[in-house]
Structure formats: C-alpha cells, structure tokens
C-alpha cells in the first residue's frame, strides 16, 4: 500500500471561492453572529472575547489577521492593506481598555469593514484599485499619530523641565 505526502498551505488557495466565503465567515463570525433582540443590531464574539483579559483582544486580532492574508492572497493595493491593517490594530488597542473597549469592538466592526474593503478591492481588477477615501482614511490615522506622538513628547520634555528645574531649586 503507497502512501501519499500530505501537502499543507499555509494560506488558502490564491483561486478560488473559498477565500471571500472564509473571510466573510470570519467577519461575521467575530462582528455579526449574535442579534439584539428588538433591534436591528447584531454583535459578534470579538466583544464578547476581548472580555477575557489578557487573552480576548489579542486572539480576536489573530483572527481579524486572516482577513488581511486573504487581502494579500487577493492581489488587494497596498494601501487598502494599510488601511485594513489600521483598521484591526485600532480595534485591538482601543479594544484592549477594560469595559470601554469592549463596546467600543461592538460598533466598530472591524472585521466587516476589512471584509467589505476585501470584497471591493479584491480580484487586483481596475475596479479594485485603491480610492481617495483610503488614502485619506490612511493620511489622516498617521497625522494622528504623529500628533499625538509630538504632544506626548512636549509633554514629556516639560515635565523633566519642571522636575528638573525643582531638583536644582532644593
């Protein structure tokens, strides 16, 4: 009797169907799959996961990843990966504040929302190409950051400032 080598992927197969049905599973799975009953609202188990400390906002962000490989399999712009990127580390920093966080991954909805630039840019046709609303969604993060880095380190910088300026007045 022959035995056959078994052939492992590390990621799905680049043709194929399979990929937009998994990250659609995922997006769903992780943002939709349970409704609010007498609302239109729906919440998944990325919130309810990101309750675990520790452990919830960092395995929901592995999971949100996938999506993105998809992205990558899918011949997705680089600049929508960037923005899809963002859009999973947003919602696993903000997701990682206790309480607050977990509601916040509840309306954020990154999963669908990478799934959605997934189906819209995927397939590397001309349709899929990337759009102003990325570049500016992707320009106006970095800004913010960038922003936010130079007001801590002013911040920082006075701080030393005064405690130094008290060390020598003692």
């Known amino acids: 009797m022959e035995t056959k080598p078994i052939d492992f992927e590390i990621l799905p197969p680049k043709n194929g169907r399979d990929i937009p049905d998994l990250s659609r599973l995922i997006a769903w799975l992780l943002d939709d799959l349970i409704p609010i009953p007498g609302t239109r609202f729906r919440i998944g188990l990325d919130p309810i996961i990101g309750l675990i ?11 949100s990843s996938m999506i993105l490989l998809h992205g990558l399999r899918a011949g997705v712009p680089r600049i929508v990966l960037v923005r899809m990127a ?65 007001a801590a380190s002013i911040g920082v910088a006075f701080l030393a400032f005064h405690l130094f300026k008290l060390l020598i007045a003692s």
Do not use: M, Q
Not at 53 to 63: K, Y
Not at 91 to 99: C, D, E, M, Q, R
Not at 112 to 118: A, F, V
């Open 53 to 63: 400390p520790g452990f919830g906002d960092s395995s929901t962000a592995v999971l």
């Open 86 to 150: 963002l859009n999973v580390l947003i919602n696993s920093l903000v997701g990682a504040i206790p309480g607050a966080g977990d509601l916040f991954s509840a309306f954020f909805k990154s999963n669908r929302r990478n799934y959605e630039l997934l189906e819209r840019h995927g397939g590397g046709s001309a349709s899929g190409s990337s759009t102003a609303a990325d570049w500016a969604f992707v320009t106006a993060l970095i800004a913010g950051l960038l922003l936010i880095v130079i």
